[in-house]
C-alpha cells in the first residue's frame, strides 16, 4: 500500500516562530488531507489538498502531486497551535485515508 | 460538512467483554469509516461500513473481532470483541459525504481495557 512519510517527527518552537512541516507519499494520490488533533483526541480538518496551495489565517499548504510531497506552513504559532498534525492521503473514491505518523508539535509561550 | 456524534466517547472495560460504539451522522452519507488509534500513535482503518453489506476490512483486522454494523445511510455500530488490553486505543468515526471530498471525524471513543 501507499506510504506517508512526515517530517519532522517532533518540534518545538518558541511562540510567534514559523513553522513548515512535509508529508512525502509515496504513490499517486486522489485525496491529501491535513488535520490537527488537539489535547482532547478531536481531529480538526485544516486542508483538503490533493493538488495546489490553499490559505487559511496564518496557515497555508501546498501540494505538489507530481513531486509526491505536501508542505503545512503555520505563521505567527500561538501557544493553541501545540498538539499533532497528521498528514493522510487516499486514492479517493470508496478508500479510507492512510495516515502519516504525525509531527508533534509544542509552542512555549 | 457534518456533525458526527460517537457513543461512549469513552469507557472502561474488563478483558474478555465486548463494547459496541455507535457513530450517528447528522446527515446521508455515501461512504463510512472506523478506524483505530492505539496510545501514542498514527490512525490506522479498520474498515470501510457499506449500507446493506458486510464491511470491507484492511489487512490485519476480521469480522469476528471487529464486527460492524450499518443498517441506513447515518448510522454503524463497531463492536470491540473479546478485549484484552491491546485493544485499548481511540476508536473513530469518519464519513465522506461525496466522493472526491473531505473526510471529517467524530470526537472518537477512549476504550481502555482492564
Known amino acids: 500500500g501507499i506510504q506517508v512519510e512526515q517530517s519532522p517527527p517532533d518540534l518545538i518552537l518558541q511562540e510567534g516562530a514559523n513553522s513548515t512541516l512535509r508529508c512525502n507519499f509515496s504513490?499517486?494520490?486522489?485525496?491529501l488531507q491535513w488535520f490537527h488533533q488537539n489535547p482532547w483526541g478531536q481531529l480538526i480538518n485544516l486542508f483538503y489538498?490533493?493538488?495546489g496551495t490553499k490559505q487559511n489565517g496564518r496557515l497555508s499548504a501546498t501540494t505538489v502531486a507530481t513531486e509526491r510531497y505536501s508542505l503545512l506552513y503555520i505563521s505567527s504559532s500561538q501557544t493553541t497551535d501545540s498538539g499533532v498534525y497528521f498528514c493522510?492521503?487516499?486514492?479517493?473514491?470508496?478508500?479510507?485515508?492512510?495516515f502519516g505518523k504525525g509531527t508533534h508539535l509544542i509552542i512555549q509561550p | 460538512s457534518a456533525v458526527i456524534s460517537q457513543k461512549p466517547s469513552r469507557d472502561i472495560c474488563q478483558r474478555g467483554t465486548s463494547l459496541t460504539i455507535q457513530c450517528q451522522v447528522d446527515?446521508?452519507?455515501?461512504?463510512m469509516f472506523w478506524y483505530r488509534q492505539q496510545p501514542g500513535q498514527s490512525l490506522t482503518l479498520i474498515a470501510t461500513?457499506?449500507?446493506?453489506?458486510?464491511?470491507?476490512?484492511e489487512s490485519g483486522f476480521v469480522i469476528d473481532k471487529f464486527p460492524i454494523s450499518r443498517p441506513n445511510l447515518t448510522f454503524s455500530t463497531l463492536t470491540v470483541s473479546n478485549m484484552s488490553p491491546e485493544d485499548s486505543s481511540i476508536y473513530l468515526c469518519?464519513?465522506?459525504?461525496?466522493?472526491?471530498?473531505?473526510?471529517?471525524f467524530g470526537q472518537g471513543t477512549r476504550l481502555t481495557v482492564v
Open positions: 469518519s464519513v465522506v459525504l461525496k466522493q472526491w471530498t473531505e473526510a471529517f
Open positions: 504513490d499517486s494520490v486522489n485525496n
Open positions: 489538498i490533493p493538488s
Open positions: 493522510a492521503v487516499g486514492g479517493g473514491g470508496a478508500d479510507g485515508l492512510t
Open positions: 446527515s446521508q452519507v455515501t461512504m
Open positions: 461500513a457499506n449500507q446493506g453489506s458486510e464491511a470491507t476490512y
